[in-house]
């Protein structure tokens, strides 16, 4: 059943013209093994067959399964296949970046690291960490409006979340300095992002990967620097928390882990914070410069509410134009736009059986633009989400069940209060330059430059 709002949006919010922003092409032929492995090292969205956008169930070669159907994603995630482990082509892949932390462990390992790690993203926390977004949001709109002219956005968008990260993660550390944190963190993402086509084919891990040549230093050198700052932050024995890092040293101070999986989970909040919410202000900033009468309206509600000064965590729920409008950009630029697991045991779900060991593919960029649950699916309409939800298993940016985004709450506020503060000041408009097209690697990026206009609002 396609979504739309039970309560139908004002004829003000409906833009005049139909947006339909820029869209990724999946695979029209069906792939190889091999042509599946060389296609996906360099983007993943080229080897998922075109029908998932037209029908919510696609059976693909061998053992693998594309699942679109709200109700199947729901039971395979939440319901009978809720401990179904990540898929190892994925444990493969990104285990040399993250290791055995809450995105890769299992069992009882990650139900012990998810109890430690939620309560540092309880509301309470979230509401301190949002004053570090909103200054680092001022001194990027500062910045834009003072320069003015073409910027890529794509560039912007990371430096902003890196910033974020120096000071919600690395902040006041004397022994490591802000610079050698953002040249680590760029070489780390950088390295991570170079997918491997013997790890997508699941070949053992002895036989050497091409990334082995260009050195594993940004790996090890980023664990080095996260051992320093938890080491220095712990020996300061702060009387009260002031950033994630305090919380989560709080964490583990009243619940032991080993230093190697704090590493471990310390990074990948890194890569998760910086990652996903990069990814989504790039492409909401897009999507505003496509229909500037949403821009027009967004900065309208945003300067009714806090007209100067840092936007706060409080504000935001004052804001559900802009709310509706990054839910609407996560629905067409999904960050995790494509994840996997593998059945544990067979099920079978609405006449459906996936045998012991298969394959189960959740194509989420497929789902999100699915013809058969939105109607309009490429185009933009942030009205989808003023209304009535979608139903479940229908929209899941960050994942679903027990292993939703643990940190989804984070990036939507690092989101929005970025973006908050960035629109206030700052208007953005189409350039002459060419528009990329989605990229899935790591995460889904752009293919090259997003050049937007900008001039003081």
């Not at 339909?20 to 080229?46: D, Y």
């Not at 500062?142 to 890529?152: K, N, T």
């Not at 070949?203 to 620097?225: G, H, I, N, Q, Y």
């Not at 729920?317 to 996997?340: C, D, G, N, V």
Request: proline fraction near 7%; include cysteine.
């Amino acid at each position: 059943m396609k979504h739309s709002p039970l309560q139908p949006a004002r004829s003000d919010e409906i833009p005049k013209q139909p947006i339909t922003p820029v869209s990724a092409q999946l695979a029209e032929k069906p792939v190889s093994l091999i042509g599946f492995a060389k296609s996906a090292g360099r983007n993943m969205l080229e080897v998922i067959p075109a029908e998932t956008l037209r029908q919510t169930y696609v059976r693909g070669p061998l053992n693998i399964h594309y699942i679109c159907d709200p109700e199947i994603i729901t039971e395979l995630l939440v319901g009978a296949g809720r401990s179904f482990p990540k898929a190892k082509f994925t444990k493969d892949i990104i285990g040399s970046a993250v290791g055995n932390g809450l995105i890769l462990s299992e069992g009882e390992k990650w139900r012990k690291q998810r109890r430690r790690y939620s309560p540092l993203f309880a509301a309470r926390n979230i509401s301190a960490l949002a004053g570090y977004f909103a200054e680092t949001g001022m001194e990027v709109a500062e910045s834009l409006a003072a320069q003015q002219g073409p910027v890529d956005v794509s560039q912007i968008a990371p430096a902003s979340t890196l910033a974020n990260i120096s000071r919600v993660i690395f902040s006041g550390n004397e022994e490591v300095s802000s610079e050698q944190i953002r040249t680590g963190l760029i070489a780390y993402f950088e390295y991570i992002s170079k997918l491997s086509l013997f790890d997508l084919m699941g070949l053992p891990k002895w036989l050497p990967r091409v990334k082995w040549l260009r050195s594993k230093a940004p790996v090890t050198d980023m664990r080095e620097l996260a051992r320093q700052v938890i080491d220095q932050r712990r020996s300061e024995n702060r009387a009260e928390a002031r950033d994630f890092l305090d919380f989560m040293i709080e964490a583990l101070d009243a619940d032991f882990e080993d230093p190697e999986t704090t590493i471990d989970n310390l990074l990948t909040f890194v890569v998760a914070g910086h990652e996903t919410s990069a990814n989504a202000l790039a492409w909401g900033y897009y999507l505003l410069a496509l229909d500037q009468d949403m821009q027009e309206r967004i900065r309208h509600e945003i300067r009714s509410v806090r007209p100067e000064g840092g936007i706060a965590f409080d504000d935001l729920q004052q804001m559900p134009l802009l709310r509706a409008h990054i839910k609407e950009t996560l629905r067409l630029y999904p960050s995790a736009a494509f994840f996997a697991r593998d059945a544990a045991s067979t099920v079978t779900v609405k006449g459906i059986t996936f045998e012991k060991g298969d394959a189960l593919f959740f194509p989420v960029y497929s789902l999100h633009r699915n013809a058969a649950l939105w109607d309009e699916p490429d185009q933009y309409d942030p009205s989808r989400f003023m209304g009535e939800p979608p139903q479940r298993g229908q929209y899941i940016p960050f994942g679903a069940g027990p292993r939703i985004c643990i940190g989804a709450q984070y990036a939507e506020t690092e989101i929005m209060v970025l973006m908050a503060s960035v629109l206030r000041d700052v208007r953005f408009s189409l350039s002459s330059a060419a528009i990329p097209t989605p990229v899935l690697t790591f995460t889904m990026r752009t293919s090259g430059p997003l050049i937007l206009e900008t001039e003081r609002a």
